[in-house]
């Protein structure tokens, strides 16, 4: 069974940058997708951006395009959401995903699902 937990969320300014990590274990083949979705209180969950085994990134939210990235590292079975320049409107809980398949911004294709962790930019 996979599981991923995410961490390093907080609170911070305008203007600053967080990076959001999310182990994962439990993988039984090699290629698989972790997708990044965000979700803020009383607005529809976005699929912010995805991530393969490979190495491959989408950034599908254009409102983070320039500011967000993503990146792997395999020997620790992590993968990260660097957000730079954060807004008042990135303020949402954050959460990744796998599944075996590809990445994509449809959430259903997305089998495990983390309990997401908090991000709060004030203004």
């Known amino acids: 069974e996979v599981q991923v937990v995410e961490s390093g969320g907080g609170l911070v300014q305008s203007g600053g940058s967080l990076r959001l990590s999310c182990a994962y274990s439990?993988?039984?083949?090699?290629?698989?997708?972790i997708g990044w979705f965000r979700q803020a209180p009383w607005k529809e969950r976005e699929a912010v951006g995805c991530?393969?085994?490979?190495?491959?990134?989408?950034i599908y939210l254009d409102s983070v395009k320039g500011r967000f990235t993503m990146s792997s590292d395999n020997a620790k079975n992590t993968v990260y959401l660097q957000m730079n320049n954060l807004k008042p409107e990135d303020s949402a809980t954050y959460s990744c995903?796998?599944?075996?398949?590809?990445?994509?911004?449809?959430?259903?294709?997305?089998?495990?699902w983390g309990q997401g962790t908090e991000v709060t930019v004030s203004s």
């Open positions: 439990g993988f039984a083949f090699d290629n698989w997708a």
């Open positions: 991530i393969t085994s490979s190495g491959g990134t989408t």
């Open positions: 995903a796998t599944n075996y398949h590809f990445c994509s911004a449809y959430a259903p294709y997305f089998d495990s």
